[in-house]
């Protein structure tokens, strides 16, 4: 009696708290509009992150339970176990790769914008010495789930629960169950982002940053160290409390959403083409047009060979030899844009991008910008779609078909970083889908993992972590020995059983 | 400089009778009598139409969208005797190929009058105004060769072409002569001269530099006039930078992974054209010519390419272009003028001595790190040694031949540098290893008897 009370109270509190918050950053928002471009520089103070980075060592004191009362996953050893938490050595002279780079390229890492802005936990005051760069760590909880000095005390408090997300987000806690949202904060670094900085430029490859693999945001979740819980995973009650509080945009499945994050890749990638071609021309002289980083790696980088797969695969609309932008998650993405009801032609849906690019090698920056809005009406419609959907009844049917889309597009796949994704689908399509018998499912998912090195050489949290390789390696060295005609047939399915047999086939078992 | 291209449209069948040039060979010892049934049976030149039916032309043409490539006149400058000056030629004529007139020029005006007597008398000019052209020397058959195999204003091969299919182009004389099977007799010809082989080499790196030049030239002005027009432009052209700076497999055993060195002071630019930077490089090493003030040499022409066209190669602005011209003119004049030097020379010498090539790799390493590099510096090595004895049709009559042990290891050095089945690229392809056993060939005198 006296809990629930207390209860609505602090809820009350909180609700109040959020339309102050609300109130002030439209205050802010109204002031720069009102100002715009016209103040001169210097007579506005800058405008400050609503939010203070708090550092982990505070979330740490209660994340580090195995069974807490307010989380249920060893989050703390499972972020210790987690490649993230050691990004920042990386910028370290001591490793090799890392100073023939500096060497190549006339610069320190952990001084330099690009690098500390992936590889660090972003804090409030931007170091320029390299000391604090490394020391200040890798990327760590607030990275993503945003700075912590909003949300510290209120999200203590039991009634946090009943929070809708945008409410959460109004203290500063981003919304990672949105998958939208998700997809975008881990693509900002998987693909790239101009305007924080997290860009790796196509000198910084050539000096020898590692090839970024193709970005599976589920499967890449779940190669990290899952250390949270589908809300489906979590207690009935719970379930029914987030249901209350709008938790709805988690996403019905794990293969809903991969198709998301598939979506929203294309997306960022096409945006990092059209925020170079802008920051172009604006004639920022540290940006120059072309970009070659934003282009597909293997239009260019691939071994000529006799007879040629790449001439096989023709070249769509494109002239042949000109360079195309990233094209891995396009076969994926037109098994989501099939979903949302769509043309699966990401080809046409590209066409004025294409004519830009053909238009001279590379494309001129003028022209990129304009040509990626009608792309941009379009994929935001299919993400809108698939980001609408429910765990509801019809889940089971609907990713049946979606499991043979896939199927159907990997036996026409060209290449391994395509296929890498439209496995990665397929695999979380049938690890949950009762309509293959769990022997085929199995056995497919096995098939699938080995062909394309899908497994993520240090095993995801609980299991100890091993001295592997790093994931980009075994993807570099298992691609050229790929045989494309196998990958196609190993996507073959048979046709689905008569009887359902349901249950989940754990891919990696689900956090205590 | 470059043949009028008008070409006879009677085609190579009016040449090629029994009683004329297609004889049989067995028993015959005027080549003269079976010159069409060699190029007939033997020359690729003859199928070079035919090639155009092939399922991989038609594919490129396909891509290109140039509809058929039989009928394209894109693929037909090269690939048979028609051009844009000429009104379609009949198929028989197609069918050619790269027939008899390509080379020996329209026989309209001479077909008749070069079966008579009278035509001993004639002189070569009197020939020429005929329309046959001579081809005598070594000069004159260069520049048969280059407006194809380099390319000019009219006919490229551009990367749009070579992405759909087309090999690339890698020209050097010396070698396409050796393993040309030849329809004339020597005695009288070039191939009696006594540095014929040096001769070829020296004589065609500087008129494929000069070729080369040019059609970079050709691009270049192309590219700006379209750049100042604001028009679609192919602008950089890809064809005219190293391919496989980008076209490698990226990981570890990447071509150019090797010692963990880049190749070029910029990380993630290619350099321009190695193929014809190593010509440079060696031209001016093995043969060195005078040049005159405010001229480049070869070898510094092709590096002042370099330095125009490598940092920030794939922005297209007028400052840019306007460079570029002014380098590739720069090479334009060098190579005409060693080129014409060396013709006047009575002697042709290559040094192509361990210590001078040693001297040259070590002067700039990394233009010497590109399997182009390699086969450039291969290609004068058996040019001054007269070339392996299993490569070509070619025999030399009139000089030593170079030791059993220096052909022997010639043909170990040229088989080295064979691409990996399978492959179109120098995988695995070291350069160290390459200059080690190099090192390791007994070279002949630097002059020889």
């Known amino acids: 009696m006296f809990g629930n009370s207390f209860r609505r109270a602090t809820l009350m509190s909180l609700r109040t708290q959020v339309v102050r918050l609300l109130a002030a950053a439209s205050i802010v928002c109204l002031g720069m509009v009102g100002t715009g471009r016209a103040a001169p520089p210097g007579d506005e103070p800058l405008p400050r992150p609503a939010f203070r980075y708090t550092g982990a060592d505070l979330c740490v004191k209660c994340h580090r339970s195995e069974q807490g009362e307010w989380c249920d996953v060893a989050t703390t050893a ?90 959460k987000e109004a203290f ?67 379930q029914e409390q987030a249901a209350k509080a709008g938790y709805a945009t988690e996403g019905a499945s794990e293969l809903d959403r991969s198709l998301v994050g598939s979506l929203v890749a294309l997306q960022e990638s096409v945006h990092l083409a059209r925020d170079y071609a802008a920051a172009a021309e604006l004639d920022a002289k540290d940006r120059p047009w072309p970009e070659l980083a934003v282009y597909d790696c293997q239009a260019c980088h691939h071994a000529l060979a006799v007879p040629s797969w790449r001439q096989e695969a023709g070249y769509g609309q494109l002239v042949p030899g000109r360079p195309s932008l990233v094209r891995w998650p396009r076969r994926l993405a037109a098994v989501a844009f099939e979903q949302a009801g769509m043309s699966t032609d990401v080809d046409a849906l590209l066409a004025p991008v294409v004519a830009v690019l053909n238009s001279r090698p590379f494309g001129p920056a003028d022209g990129m910008r304009q040509a990626t809005d009608a792309f941009d009406e379009q994929i935001n419609h299919a993400i809108a779609a698939l980001a609408r959907r429910r765990r509801d009844d019809t889940l089971a049917a609907r990713e049946r078909v979606a499991i043979e889309q896939i199927s159907a597009a990997g036996q026409n796949v060209g290449d391994f970083e395509s296929a890498r994704l439209l496995a990665w689908g397929l695999i979380h399509g049938l690890s949950s889908n009762g309509d293959w018998s769990g022997d085929v499912r199995a056995r497919k998912i096995a098939e699938l993992t080995a062909m394309l090195a899908l497994e993520f050489p240090t095993p995801a949290y609980p299991s100890p972590p091993t001295q592997g390789k790093p994931f980009w390696q075994t993807s570099l060295a298992a691609a050229p020995a790929t045989d494309i005609a196998r990958v196609r047939a190993a996507f073959e399915l048979p046709p689905a059983a008569a009887t359902p047999a349901p249950g989940v086939i754990e891919i990696i078992p689900t956090p205590r | 400089m470059r043949p009028d291209p008008v070409v006879n449209a009677l085609g190579a069948a009016s040449c090629g009778t029994t009683s004329c040039h297609g004889g049989p060979k067995a028993g015959n010892h005027d080549v003269q009598s079976f010159a069409f049934t060699i190029w007939m049976n033997d020359d690729p030149h003859s199928r070079a139409y035919e090639v155009l039916h092939e399922p991989r032309s038609r594919r490129m043409a396909r891509l290109l969208g140039l509809g058929e490539a039989h009928r394209a006149r894109e693929c037909l400058a090269c690939h048979s005797m028609q051009n844009e000056r000429r009104e379609p030629l009949p198929p028989e004529v197609l069918a050619d190929g790269v027939g008899c007139s390509s080379c020996h020029g329209d026989s309209t005006q001479w077909q008749q009058v070069h079966t008579l007597p009278e035509w001993k008398r004639l002189s070569i000019a009197e020939r020429e105004a005929l329309g046959y052209r001579d081809l005598g020397s070594v000069a004159t058959r260069i520049n048969n060769c280059l407006p194809c195999h380099v390319g000019d204003a009219s006919q490229e091969v551009n990367h749009d072409l070579i992405a759909a299919g087309h090999p690339r182009l890698s020209f050097e004389f010396a070698a396409y002569q050796r393993l040309w099977p030849r329809h004339w007799t020597p005695s009288g010809k070039a191939e009696s001269q006594p540095d014929f082989t040096e001769r070829s080499w020296a004589l065609g790196q500087a008129a494929t530099l000069e070729a080369v030049a040019k059609l970079l030239e050709v691009r270049a002005e192309r590219a700006a006039a379209d750049v100042a027009a604001e028009r679609p432009h192919r602008w950089p052209e890809f064809a005219e930078f190293d391919c496989y700076a980008c076209h490698k497999a990226l990981g570890p055993g990447s071509y150019t992974a090797y010692a963990g060195q880049f190749q070029n002071p910029y990380p993630g630019q290619p350099s321009w054209q190695p193929w014809y930077v190593a010509a440079g490089r060696l031209l001016e090493a093995a043969a060195p010519t005078a040049t005159a003030p405010g001229t480049p040499s070869v070898g510094t022409g092709v590096v002042d390419i370099r330095r125009a066209l490598e940092p920030d190669w794939s922005v297209a602005d007028k400052e840019r272009l306007d460079r570029v011209l002014l380098e590739a003119r720069g090479l334009v004049r060098a190579a005409r003028q060693a080129g014409q030097e060396l013709e006047s020379r009575d002697r042709i010498v290559l040094d192509v001595s361990h210590d001078r090539l040693d001297a040259l790799v070590a002067s700039a390493p990394p233009e010497w790190r590109f399997w182009d590099a390699a086969v450039q510096t291969l290609l004068v090595m058996e040019a001054a040694g007269g070339g392996p004895a299993r490569v070509g049709t070619w025999r030399s009559t009139t000089h030593q031949p170079a030791t059993v042990d220096t052909r022997q290891a010639l043909e170990e050095l040229r088989d080295s540098l064979r691409f990996p089945p399978g492959t179109d690229s120098p995988q695995g392809f070291s350069p160290v290893r390459f200059n080690r056993d190099r090192v390791a060939v007994p070279l002949p005198a630097a002059e020889r008897p």
């Open chain 1, 78 to 167: 499972a972020w210790r176990h987690d490649a993230h938490s050691r990004s920042h050595l990386a910028l370290s002279s001591d490793n090799e790769r890392t100073r023939a780079m500096e060497e190549a390229l006339g610069i320190k890492a952990a001084a330099t914008a690009s690098c500390v802005a992936c590889h660090t936990h972003p804090v409030d005051e931007p170091a320029v010495d390299e000391e604090t760069n490394v020391l200040h760590g890798g990327i760590s909880c607030e990275t993503c789930h945003g700075a912590g000095s909003g949300y510290l005390d209120p999200h203590m408090q039991k009634s946090w629960r009943f929070l809708s997300s945008a409410e």
């Open chain 1, 172 to 238: 500063g806690m981003h919304d990672l169950r949105n998958p939208v949202a998700k997809a975008r904060n881990c693509l900002s670094c998987h693909v790239g982002e101009l305007a924080t900085d997290r860009v790796i430029t196509h000198e910084m490859y050539a000096a020898g940053h590692p090839p970024l693999p193709a970005f599976e945001m589920e499967a890449f979740g779940v190669g990290m160290g899952r250390h949270w819980k589908r809300v489906w995973e979590k207690s009935p009650q719970v």
